[in-house]
């Protein structure tokens, strides 16, 4: 009855403005990036260890596609560390004003050092936030 909503994330989320540009890779691994499709920026809304919300600009030029759902991207997060690289899952789409979308990625992948870096990063937020 009184029972309060419990919160479905399993992981802890972090709010971090980080620039960063993701690139549809589709299900197409050997394609070259340049025909891929071309980069899109756009920055971090909030991180977690399993998923990445990041905010694209929705021009029909220059934004993202939210049609693109389901197929793999890779995000380049511009860390203070350096660039780090993940593979991600488009999970979800939400239309956060006419400018912008917000695009939820579930992290599938990575390179053991990136995965090492952006760990470490998550890990700085947790302590900025307890401080």
């Known amino acids: 009855m009184g029972a309060e909503k419990k919160d ?3 992981a802890p989320r972090y709010k971090a403005r980080i620039a960063c540009s993701v690139l549809s890779t589709s299900s197409e691994a050997n394609k070259l990036s340049e025909d891929r499709g071309p980069k899109v920026l756009g920055h971090t809304y909030d991180l977690s260890t399993e998923a990445i919300s990041i905010v694209l600009s929705s021009h029909p030029v220059y934004g993202a596609d939210p049609t693109g759902l389901g197929t ?5 997060l511009a860390l203070p560390v350096g660039y780090v690289r993940l593979c991600g899952n488009f999970l979800r789409h939400i239309d956060s004003s006419p400018q ?3 695009f939820v990625f579930m992290i599938e992948g990575g ?3 990136d995965r090492r870096l952006y760990q470490e990063y998550l890990d700085s937020l947790r302590r900025q936030s307890v401080s």
């Open 111 to 113: 390179n053991r050092v």
């Open 100 to 102: 912008e979308n917000l």
């Open 8 to 10: 479905r994330r399993s």
């Open 72 to 76: 793999m991207a890779e995000i380049t």
